[in-house]
């Protein structure tokens, strides 16, 4: 670089920063610049302010053209409330507020809308997957009554009920807790406007309760107390609304759905139910004790102390879903008596939620333990599990053992008080065995069809001379049959076997699954219980060694030898999804018919038996005095006998 290229970068350097020397602001520039900004800032710190100010005085200016919208909407409601519920306007409107009454036993809640109970909790059981054993839920239950005030039809449902508290140290109180003998009173009363503001308190619908601490059955009366002012005069009676849908409380959906319907008892009458196998609405014109929302194992049961003067009572099944479990819808209408000349009407009645328990259901002395299915249709059937099944079970039950064990013992029981039928009918077969070689050779004497007359005379003819009754095995057999049929009624309705675990089943009550299909079998179901399984099994072991002893049964009906197989493979189905504790007892019973059997056989001397035939045979032939009597009545009428 040369000397003038340095020259000029000096020169260039020099003139630039003249000219911004030349270019910058004096003081006098600066301080008006400042002045300026600080006067914009001012500006801008007052429109911020402002606005601020502006936000805040909307809402508030807002809230004064709400208010003042709102109390005009307010005037208008009051004014249809007015219109629409008459004397009862104030308390169409409210605050749902919710009170629980608890004992020993139960757990009962209360609504404020509506005044009655919206859910009862059983403390001392669970359903079947552990939880919380509730009767019904708020959300599906309705209970009150319909009533005609001022020419409108209301309902208690809708309206608002205040709390009170007869006894004054738990008053306030949301939650009351009664235990032992001791028992609570909590009413729930609707009352009417008054004439100038407020309710009028000294006229009410009550809705009056008393809990006990150790009963399921405790009170409930309904009170209308200056009430006949206020309801039509015309009117003598009142519509109570019962309304729920029922849990499932159960393994077996199907089994229990079946066991669930409506059961009634008329005032002077037997007790009665719907169908439990299809959706049936009744009429009950005449007067009528109580009602019971009836499931398998609990009931939710409304009692009037004198009568219901009739009721309409309804039974819906609920679709069966993952989500919900519901079984059927129950509805009740009741007509409750009501007298509008008196000051105070009231209607005193009894709630009874909890088990269908025999022994507990005699105690209140309402025939309530016809709701329990141990063979009412039939006497025989309900005498043997009311004067012996159930005390003897009762009396095992006191010992506190394992209900597999007192099953076993009951078995025992039965089969030694059976064993003189089971012998005779041994017995019986025994002739039978002896005689067959003989009854082998009348039907080679007779072996065509036209003689099937003759054969069937020879064969009776045999029989007579040897002393032997061909029905001496089947009267016995008859006589067995309704202890059996007793068993299959009792165990499926005792509440004693809910959740009892023995061996591989966890509930004697329902079935013993020890295989979940991934399929569903027609006729059989998804899982296999192995309690049927193991009696399916002894049914046809028993079969074929009833048929192997019985000597000629099966060859003059060969058909009901096949009959005979089919028979247990069919109950397989049926059973497979049922109590497994009946199962259980059933497979005892085989196994000690095949042990007395044994016994039987290695005792019993057949050899002497057939020489007691063959002198029997030689006895003259002595006839029946039925048999005498016909003889002497066709001598009367010339008829020859031996022609």
Request: with cysteine.
């Amino acid at each position: 670089m040369d000397r003038n290229s340095i020259f000029g970068i000096i020169l260039i350097f020099l003139i630039l920063i003249g000219y911004s020397i030349w270019t910058s602001p004096s003081k006098e520039e600066l301080e008006n610049r400042k002045r300026k900004q600080d006067s914009i800032a001012l500006v801008q710190q007052a429109e911020l302010e402002a606005a601020k100010k502006a936000a805040i005085q909307k809402p508030a200016l807002q809230d004064t053209i709400a208010h003042s919208t709102d109390s005009v909407d307010v005037a208008k409601q009051r004014t249809i409330r007015k219109d629409e519920y008459g004397s009862f306007s104030k308390s169409s409107a409210g605050t749902e507020k919710r009170y629980v009454l608890e004992s020993d036993l139960l757990k009962i809640v209360l609504s404020s809308k509506g005044g009655g109970i919206r859910s009862v909790q059983l403390k001392q059981y669970k359903t079947f997957d552990s939880l919380p054993l509730t009767l019904f839920k708020s959300d599906t239950s309705i209970f009150g009554f319909n009533f005609f005030s001022n020419n409108r039809s209301l309902n208690t449902t809708s309206m608002y009920f205040e709390p009170f508290w007869p006894d004054s140290k738990f008053a306030g109180q949301d939650s009351i807790h009664v235990s032992g003998k001791d028992s609570i009173e909590f009413s729930m009363r609707l009352y009417p406007d008054a004439a100038d503001s407020g309710f009028n308190k000294a006229n009410y619908i009550e809705f009056h309760y008393v809990i006990k601490g150790n009963n399921y059955m405790n009170g409930f009366d309904i009170r209308l107390v200056g009430m006949g002012s206020l309801l039509a005069s015309n009117v003598n009676y009142l519509n109570l609304d019962w309304k729920t849908d029922m849990l499932q409380q159960e393994k077996s959906h199907e089994n229990e759905k079946l066991a669930t319907t409506i059961y009634y008892k008329y005032l002077s009458d037997d007790v009665d139910y719907l169908s439990e196998r299809k959706d049936e609405n009744k009429n009950l014109n005449t007067k009528v004790k109580w009602i019971s929302f009836k499931q398998q194992f609990f009931s939710s049961t409304l009692i009037a102390k004198t009568a219901f003067n009739s009721a309409d009572i309804t039974t819906v099944t609920k679709p069966a879903t993952s989500k919900a479990r519901y079984l059927k819808s129950m509805a009740a209408v009741i007509t409750l008596p009501f007298d509008p000349l008196q000051q105070v009407n009231a209607i005193p009645m009894n709630f009874y939620f909890g088990p269908n328990k025999y022994k507990l259901f005699r105690q209140y002395d309402l025939q309530l333990e016809k709701q329990i299915p141990i063979g009412w249709s039939f006497f025989l059937l309900a005498w043997i599990n009311r004067f012996a099944v159930i005390p003897v079970f009762d009396f095992l039950s006191s010992f506190n053992m394992n209900y597999g064990i007192i099953i076993l013992i009951l078995t025992i029981l039965l089969k030694i008080v059976l064993f003189p039928i089971a012998f005779k009918t041994y017995m019986s077969s025994a002739k039978m065995r002896v005689l067959k070689p003989e009854i082998d050779e009348i039907g080679a004497k007779f072996p065509k069809k036209e003689d099937a007359m003759k054969k069937q005379q020879a064969t009776m003819d045999l029989y007579k001379r040897a002393g032997i009754n061909p029905m001496a095995g089947c009267i016995p057999m008859a006589l067995q049959m309704p202890i059996l049929l007793a068993m299959f009624r009792f165990f499926p309705a005792s509440i004693e076997l809910r959740q009892q675990s023995f061996l591989w089943a966890h509930d004697l009550s329902s079935y013993d699954s020890i295989y979940n299909l991934p399929f569903t079998i027609p006729y059989y179901g998804d899982h296999v219980s192995l309690f049927t399984l193991l009696m399916t099994i002894s049914t046809i072991f028993y079969t074929k060694i009833s048929n192997d002893m019985m000597a000629s049964g099966t060859q003059q009906m060969p058909g009901m030898k096949t009959v005979m197989y089919l028979m247990p493979i069919m109950f397989l189905g049926f059973f497979n999804s049922y109590s497994s504790g009946l199962s259980y007892y059933y497979l005892l019973a085989n196994v000690f018919t095949f042990a007395q059997m044994y016994l039987m056989r290695k005792f019993v001397n057949e050899q002497k038996i057939h020489l007691q035939i063959q002198e029997n045979k030689k006895k003259p032939v002595k006839k029946s005095g039925f048999q005498h009597r016909l003889e002497e009545m066709a001598k009367k009428q010339g008829y020859n006998s031996k022609k």
